[in-house]
C-alpha cells in the first residue's frame, strides 16, 4: 500500500486497475461549448502535424514532400527536455507544421475558420500554400478565415511557420537569457476548426470591435433576490441578401431546468455585421463565488424568419459582483468577504513538456492549488490556456489575468500599440468569466512612458463595457494613482489611500541576492526532509521578519490578502537553476508545504469539486536522519500525535482564535529518534515501530495520518496522479504515473537512489522516452514519476517499472493498468499520417522482451525472493550473534 493512510483523504491507487473518475471536467472549444443541430460545428485539428525544426524554404508549398518529416500532435512544444532544462536550454529558432486533411464537401459553402488558441512568438499561416495570416506574440489565439482557399476533395495543407527566436519588436520582448521564464514554442495549445453558415455569431478575437464581437454579458444588479443581466451579441451577414430573425437566450441551472428565457428580433443588411443588446430579469440567482462557483448554462440559438436556427452555442456563466471598497475591503456579491484571499502564482510550465499542457493536465493543476484552499491564482507573466481558465471557472478559483511582458519596453511606437493590441485580445477572450477578478494591464515590473498606465486602464475599461473592469498595477510603478488596486507589501494603516485597495501580487522568495538566487524557499522536492521543512516553515511563520501566510494574515481587510510566487517548480531563462520555490515539483508531485497550505483550509466539509475538510499530515519520514522534534500540519481543534505502539503520547490543542494564520505548523518536541526504532527492530517489533496523528474536532476523531519507517526496498509500486478525470483517448492528452520503491507493506524508501526503467503496452505511450529525460529515470526522495500520453483509441494502457540493473534482490518490478476513454471532441486527421506516426512509436519499441517472458522473469524472481527471504534470516541472525551489542540492544 501507499505510505500514508488517512481517515478524511485516501488518495493512492496501486494494483493493475484505474477507479472510476469522479469528475467529467469541460473545456471550452474555441471560446464557447458547441450545441447540436444549430449549424454549428467544431473539429479538433491537434492529431497528426508533420514537424520539422529548423529553417526550410518552400515549406508551405502544397507540393512539398514532407514524408521524412516527424509526425506530432498538438498542443506540441517542440521537444521534450529534462526536469533541470532551465537557463535556455530549450530551442529557440525556426519550425515548421504541416497538417493534411481532405474536407468533406458537405461543408463547401460554409464559413470555415481556424482557431490556434497561441503559437508561441511570430507565426505565418498558410493554406495550400497561400499566406493568409501573420502574427506576433505567443499568448493569444491565432484565426483565419479558410473559407475561400479549399480545395475541394483533395489533400489540403495547412502549414504554419513559427519562430520563438528573441525579438524585441513585440511583447514580451525581454531576451530569454534575461527572462523570468522560458519561451519554448510551437503550436503548444489547441487548433480548432469551426464550421458555420454564414449567418453566425462573430469571434470577439476575429473581428476587432471594441467591446464587441461575439457575446458579452454584464450585470446591473446581483443579488440572491434578483439579478438583472445585460446580454449583447455580434452576428454578422456574409450573404447577398438581407436577413431578419432573432436571438434566443435560455438560461439552465444546474439541474437542467431552465429558468429564463429571452428573444431579441433583429435586421442585417446583405453583406454587414452588427450587435444586438437585450435586458431580462433573473429571480432566485444562484450566484458564483470560490466557496459556491455556480455556473449557468446559456443557450444562444439564432433563429431565421421560420424560427429555424442557424446558429448558436452554449455558454458558461457565474453571476457575481466584485466591489473594492477602500478601508471597507473586498466585496463579493454585496457583502464583504471577511477573509484573506489567499493564493498563488502560476506558469504554464510542467516538467518534460515545457508550456504544451493538455486540458486536463491544466484542470488538475487548478483542482490542485483548489485542494489547499487557494482562491485565487495571478497568470504569470500572460493569459494562459483557455482550459486553465475553465477550470477556474468551474472549481471557484479567482483569476488575475496578465499582460504578456517582464522586466521590458521598446520605444518603438509599434511595441506599444502591439502591448494595446494584447490587452484588448486577452479582456476580449476572457471578459465573460465569473473568475476574473482582476485585469493587470500594465507590463510587469516595467519602466514606461508616463501616459502607458492610464491607457491601458481605458483599454480595460472600453473593452469590458461595464463587465469585469477593475485594474491594478504596482504601486512601484508609474501611473499606479490611476488604478483602484494596488500591489505592494503589507505596509502601516496610515501609509495607506483609504479609497484604495491593496494586494501582495508576488511573496515567499527570500533570495540572498538577485544573481545568485539561494534562498530558504526555493527546494528541490529530491533534498528530502530538512530543506521541505525549512521551506514549509519560512513560507508559514519564520522565526525572522519576513512576509508569510502568517504576516498576510494579520493586516486589515484593505490589504485583501496575497499570491505566493510561485505554486510549482519550473523553468526559467535567466538562470541555470529551474526554479524551485513550489509548493510542488514540476510534475506536481507535493512538497511539505502543500500540506502546510492545506492545513490552513476550512476543516468544514463542502459540496464543491476540490477536496475540503478536516486533515493531518505528519512531516516526518522516521528515517535515521530525521529530526527529533516531529511537525505536523493539520486544521483540527486538537492532534494527538502517539510514537510507536504503547509509547510516548502527545498533545496538542488549538488556543483561542488569535491573529494570523488559521492553522500554524505543529511542532512536539524531542518525540522522535531512530535508535528507538533500532530498539523495536532487534526485538522483532517491527509492527509496533510508527508514529500516528489523530486530529479532533469537537472530540470526534475526524483525520488520522499514520508514518511508518520503511525497512528492506522489496518492489516498486506504481500509482496514477490524474485526481479522478480519465485519460482522453484524443492523442494529446497524458498523465503523470508515479513509481516509488517500497518495502514489502508498501512504505516508500524515501532514501533510495535506484535507476528506473519503463515499459509501456497498449494504447498509450511515454512521453519523452529517452535516457536523460523520462526512461529510465533515477529515484528521487523513493519516486519517480513519468508521462503517460494516449493514442486516438481508448483501451487499456499498461506501464510495468522494473531496476535498470537487475539482481536476485533487486526490488520486484510493478505494474500498474490504466484505461483511456473515448473524447468527446470531433478529430479530423489523415488516417495515414497518424498511422506513420504509430509506426513510429511501434519501431521504438520493438528491442523490448515480450510480455510474456517479462512476466515469466518477474515470477520466477518473486520465488527467488522468498527463498532468499528465508537465507536472509540465517545472515541475519549470525550478524546479531557476532554483532557489538549495546544496552538499549539488550
Known sequence: MFKRTFIACCFCILGTALITAQHNPEFSKAGFYPVENTGRQVFSM?????????????????????????VVNLPNGIEYLPEEASGGANYQGEVWYRKHFTPDIKFKGKKLFLHFEAIMGKSKVYVNGILLKEHFGGYLPVMVDISKYLDWGKDNVIAVWADNSNDPAYPPGKDQEVLDFSYFGGIYRDCWLISHNEVFITDPNYEDEIASGGFLVTFDKVSTKVSIINTKLHLRNETTQDFSGKIRYEWFDKQGKRVLKSEVPFQLKAKAANSFSNKSTLKNSELWSPESPYLYQLHISVLNKKGNVVDGYRKRIGIRSVEFKGKDGFWLNGKPYGQPLMGANRHQDFAVVGNALSNTIHWRDAKKLRDVGLKLIRNAHYPQDPAFMDACDELGLFVIVNTPGWQFWNDAPSFEQLVYSDIRN?????????????WEPILNETWYPDTFALNTKHIVEEETAGGNSYTSSDLQAKGSEHFPVIFTYPMDE??????????????????????????????????????????????????????????????????????????????????????????????????????????????????????????????????????????????????????????????????????????????????????????LHRQKKQRDAY?????????????????????????????????????????????????????????????????ITFEISGEGSLIGDEPFIANPRQVSWGTTPVLVQSS??????????????????????????????????????????????????????????????????????????????????????????FGEKSKKDD
Open 46 to 70: 491537434n492529431v497528426a502535424w508533420r514537424f520539422h525544426k529548423g529553417a526550410l524554404a518552400n515549406a508551405e508549398a502544397s507540393a512539398l514532400d514532407d514524408s521524412k518529416w516527424a
Open 426 to 438: 486577452m479582456v476580449r477572450r476572457d471578459r465573460n468569466r465569473p473568475s476574473i477578478w482582476l
Open 494 to 679: 496610515k501609509e495607506m489611500d483609504p479609497n484604495k485597495n491593496y494586494y501582495t501580487r508576488e511573496w515567499g522568495d527570500n533570495v540572498d541576492d538577485w544573481n545568485s538566487h539561494n534562498s530558504p524557499s526555493r527546494v528541490y522536492r529530491g533534498w528530502g526532509e530538512q530543506p521541505m521543512l525549512v521551506q514549509a516553515l519560512h513560507y508559514s511563520n519564520p522565526p525572522y521578519s519576513y512576509i508569510s501566510y502568517n504576516s498576510l494574515h494579520k493586516t486589515s481587510p484593505q490589504h485583501m490578502g496575497g499570491a505566493l510566487w510561485h505554486s510549482f517548480d519550473h523553468q526559467r531563462g535567466y538562470h541555470p537553476d529551474p526554479f524551485y520555490g513550489g509548493i510542488m515539483d514540476a510534475y506536481r508531485q507535493p512538497k511539505y508545504s502543500y500540506e502546510m497550505f492545506k492545513a490552513q483550509r476550512s476543516p468544514e466539509p463542502s459540496d464543491i469539486i476540490a477536496e475540503t475538510g478536516p486533515m493531518v499530515y505528519i512531516a516526518n519520514e522516521m528515517t535515521p536522519f530525521s529530526s527529533s522534534d516531529v511537525m505536523v500540519f493539520s486544521n483540527c481543534d486538537e492532534v494527538k500525535l502517539t510514537v510507536f505502539k504503547e509509547g510516548k503520547e502527545f498533545i496538542h490543542k488549538k488556543g483561542k482564535a488569535v491573529e494570523g494564520m488559521p492553522s500554524p505548523p505543529i511542532v512536539f518536541k524531542d518525540a522522535y529518534h531512530f535508535l528507538d526504532i533500532k530498539a
Open 691 to 755: 508514529v500516528l496523528a489523530e486530529g479532533f474536532i469537537d472530540g470526534k476523531l475526524v483525520a488520522t495520518d499514520t508514518v511508518r519507517p520503511a525497512l528492506r526496498p522489496e518492489k516498486i509500486i506504481l500509482w496514477v496522479d490524474n485526481e479522478g478525470v480519465d485519460l482522453k483517448a484524443d492523442g494529446s492528452d497524458f498523465v503523470t504515473v508515479v513509481a516509488a520503491v517500497a518495502d514489502k507493506q508498501g512504505n516508500i524508501k524515501r532514501l533510495n537512489n535506484s535507476v
Open 792 to 881: 486516438t483509441t481508448s483501451g487499456s494502457i499498461t506501464i510495468k517499472a522494473s531496476m535498470l540493473f537487475e539482481g536476485t534482490l533487486r526490488p520486484i518490478a510493478g505494474e500498474i493498468t490504466i484505461n483511456s476513454v473515448a473524447t468527446n471532441d470531433v478529430l479530423l486527421f489523415d488516417q495515414s499520417e497518424l498511422e506513420a506516426k504509430r509506426n513510429n512509436q511501434f519501431s521504438s519499441s520493438e528491442n523490448n522482451s515480450s510480455p510474456v517472458n517479462q512476466e515469466l522473469k518477474e515470477e520466477l524472481k518473486k520465488v527467488k525472493m522468498e527463498l532468499n527471504d528465508l537465507k536472509l534470516k540465517h545472515v541475519e541472525k549470525q550478524q546479531a550473534d
